[in-house]
């Protein structure tokens, strides 16, 4: 009977064939545990009573739905409209797990932190709410990734959290996530371990969904206010894919939304310098599920690259690979350069500066909403704000402002 | 009975059943098992190929092969720095096999890998269980496929005779560490403390209470391995279980000296067979 009821748990950890709980068995005692206190607080009214208090006075939900009028006429054909994730405090989404993860970490009476982060934007709302809460924090972040997000950096450490330095294999996002769960195993007595995205052993997918899913919500009754039905696509980037995985859960039931994933082409797929785990990788197991994942045919995982150290990851949540087998939802791929295009055009049409990431997913409204009619609605995931970006737009971009380039419109 | 016979036993036997023979040989002596960790290619095959049969004859039992894996979440930073001069060398399981044939034709000390799930999924666990016994391995340790993940790897290894190695922690339940220990070929692998390889944490964290429970259920021989690296440590952890397994240890040792690597290897052996033997009982 005990035996059934572990596996009745493990069995709510896939999706399809995807997920799991592929950790050393250090970890499995702290998962069943966090497994456990999930399912009662999922239960529980007043933890979400709670969670939806700090959601509102402290993160500013719910986020606009915004009618991207200027967008929508500019490309002629379905109206845009943009979930304003970047209106969130912190800047991003990320606030909406970590204030989750930090609420459950203090039922469960644990002081300390850990997340791992690539562009900062996860480390920086874990680092938030670390504070907040009065809890220890310390963040893993890839070398490479300290010297390009060198503001949320500071950022971090300004909010009181420790930033460990990751050298070991290629020092991005990967290499943290795999320091972070070294650091979780020699201290899991006192530490809870904040997982930034829909990926990572089972609890974490379904209960990071469970945390962002008040994305789609929100669009939801939003989108019903505004327009009096429900839209016909929606689209948002996937790195981990914890901003598409909040938008779409709402609507997974609903069969006339079409969903869309986008992945960071990079310098495109036939370069082989991508992030698009889906689209250009095979089924591995990395970081505690099984998912689509970039790597050699010999099973090394493959260094990602994407211009959003955001979505430079090798690997994806296993939901999506299950939702893209299924063809419940499609995963298509937009480049560096397309992406960096979309930041420079919504900027100038709407006044909305996105992050690099969330560009991807703009990107690919500006791709098929032309091609749809004008009566036709697309919501796009706005996932976070670019500011952090500048640096990088700066060094890909050094002249678009010269000579009267850019003045065009 | 047996004689225990240092670089394995003769025979004919592979798989479990090699495993097994010198397990027991060991216990009809009442000696303790060395159990050395070499990450496969560090620094290159060839020298993999020659530190094996030496370490077999200067006091190890059984042999503990890396294969290298480009996100070892198990492992401390010494087996990882190893990992990565390897990968340059072995990074698929085909080179790693070779290796593994070209030294069982030197030697016949117990084989066993360490490695992560990813490299044998994509292999195919069955292909791999075979490629495995037919160049020579007897058994393998996954860590990062534990019990719940492992029902076809484990009836796949059981069907063909590789002995699937399990790993139980300070923190598994006892429940749950019984059914590891029953499920477990070749020995039961303690991880002696919560933490990865080569950390460093004095006493095993409750491991004599762990070790009394498990000698209740099952006769599977208990190793414990994770930060055991002197002679001093070999002597108490031998002495609470069946054997250690040292790997971090090792590595450092050859890395202290670089113009003969093999040779302090070699002494640093002789040292925890020393130790192990020195157990009084």
Redesign the interface.
Known sequence: MRAQAKVDVVRQGYFGAYGGQFVPETLIAPLEELTRAFQAVADDDSFWRELRGYLANYAGRPSPLYYARRLTEHLGGAKVYLKREDCNHTGSHKINNTLGQALLARRMGKRRLIAETGAGMHGVATATVAALFGLECVVFMGAKDIERQAPNVYRMKMLGAGVRSVSAGSATLKDAMNEALRDWVATVDNTFYVIGSVAGPHPYPTMVKAFQRVIGEEAHRQIVAQEGRLPDLLIACVGGGSNAMGLFSQFIPMAEVALRGVEAGGEGLATGRHAASINGGQVGVLHGSKSYLLQTPGGQVQEAHSISAGLDYPGVGPEHSYLHDTGRATYTTVTDREAVDATFELSRLEGIIPALESAHAVAEAIKVAPAMRHDQIVIVCLSGRGDKDLHTLQTVSPHRFEGGEGESR | MQRPVQGGVQGGSRGTARLAATFGALRGAGRKALVLYLMAGDPSPAFTEQAVPRLAESGADVIELGLP??????D??VI?AAG?RA?RHI?????FLALVRAIRRRTAVPLVTMT????????GEQPFIAAALEAGLDGAIV????L??AGSWRALCLEAGLAAI????????P??AR??AEATRGFLYL?S????TG?ERGLGENLGERIARLRGWVETPLMVGFGISTPAQARQFGAAADGIIVGSGLIARMESAPADPLGAAVAYTRELRAALDSIGG
Do not use: W
């Not at chain 2, 992560?116 to 292999?123: A, G, L």
């Open positions: 894996f480009s996100d070892p979440v198990a401390g930073p990882q990565q990968i990074s698929d399981v085909p080179a992560y799930y990813n490299p044998v999924f994509r292999y860590p990062d496929l534990p719940v993940e399990f790993l139980e922690a300070p923190n598994t339940t429940a749950h059914e590891l991880v403390l919560k933490g990865v950390a």
